[in-house]
């Protein structure tokens, strides 16, 4: 009779997990670990209790957890405004939740991705994919069919970290950056095509010579976005940078930028020292390339594939100059999974801007320039 009851119980959900935690008020780990869920968070607003669907009856033994993070928006097909390296920073903090908790986490981007491009439909509609190897061997089209499944939430990727889409997420320590080097390192990996690539550009533009990588984020860091880093202007990188390089003997600088203007003024500061990816889609005004639109073929796939080149490319420098975003957290980390280690790293820092200007209020609603550069 007792048997019958318990899987009776176990079919309602939330009275199950009622009695698992009235069966576990002594466990001070069980209760740390829900204080810490509750507690930490800033956006409480979000949270739920951590519900398993059943969805089929695959893997009854596993836990898995389903990362979709780019779901429409009241039905609506909405491109995403998020650059690469803030999605994939978000989707190392959900890993980092499945990653405590033993889950076998799945990665899914759909088309209200920024960088979903409707060309790529034929070959994947799986945005993440793009660039990626699944993060587990549960694909995708399985997940319909397991047994235990939770879904992401927002607020599951403050566990532990703290951080989200908001301005603590540029207040990085060193502690995080190696967590996200061991969470890089476990479950992100390029695809083959994208490995391929990046490594044949990586060789020829680099040429194994000693080089300071140098990140500069420009176009709408310009607007003096709310909660955003405060802007670093480009005298006060290329005062720093022709320092380094005297007192360091750098054969080259290689520029990551999203600015056109940017460029101009350090092949004008550092001729013949300078080395950087000419086919990339830079911009002229104070529109992130993120938010772009151009007629050239799979525009939105190679902005992506363009920043994750950018990324790789200052991960194989010998030592980094940037400021706070992303791409230069990004740099850092994946130079962690890489097994290597910068010479030195000097992050400018200006602060965050937490007011709201007239700028970052103002709409720029003119289309970018493209900013590819010929030789």
Known sequence: MLTKIKEVLKKNDKVYVFLKCIGSINNADFLKLIKCY??????????????IEHLGGNHPDRLIYLIYYSENVMGKKL????????????????LNFADILGMTPVVMSGNSDTYYDEEMDQITTNVFEYYFNPVSDIRVSEVKDCYNVVKHRYGHSNFYMKHGCDKDSYNVTENEIERLGYLYKKYIHLNKASEEYIDNEISELLCNKKTLGLHIRGTDYKLHLKNHPNYISCNEYIS???????????????????DLEIL?????????????????????????????????????????????????????CDSLVCGLSQVSFAARYVS??????????????????????????RKNKTLSKTGNVES
Request: hydrophobic fraction near 35%.
């Open 38 to 51: 509750y507690g930490w968070s800033k956006e409480s607003a979000n949270f739920a209790p951590l519900t």
């Open 79 to 94: 491109r995403g405004h998020s650059g690469m390296f803030a999605n994939i920073r978000r989707v190392l903090e959900w």
């Open 240 to 258: 720093l940078a022709k320092k380094i390089v005297v007192e360091n003997n750098f054969e080259q600088i290689f520029l990551a930028t999203d």
């Open 264 to 316: 101009n003024t350090f092949q004008r500061e550092f001729e013949g020292k300078l080395v950087y990816y000419k086919d990339t889609f830079r911009t002229t005004g104070k529109e992130g390339t993120h938010n772009t639109h151009d007629s050239r073929p799979l525009h939105y796939y190679k902005l992506g594939l363009e920043v994750l080149r950018d990324v790789y490319t200052l991960a194989n």
């Open 336 to 361: 962690i999974a890489l097994g290597r280690k910068f010479d030195e790293v000097v992050v400018l820092n200006n602060g965050i801007n937490e007011s709201n200007t007239k700028l970052a209020k």
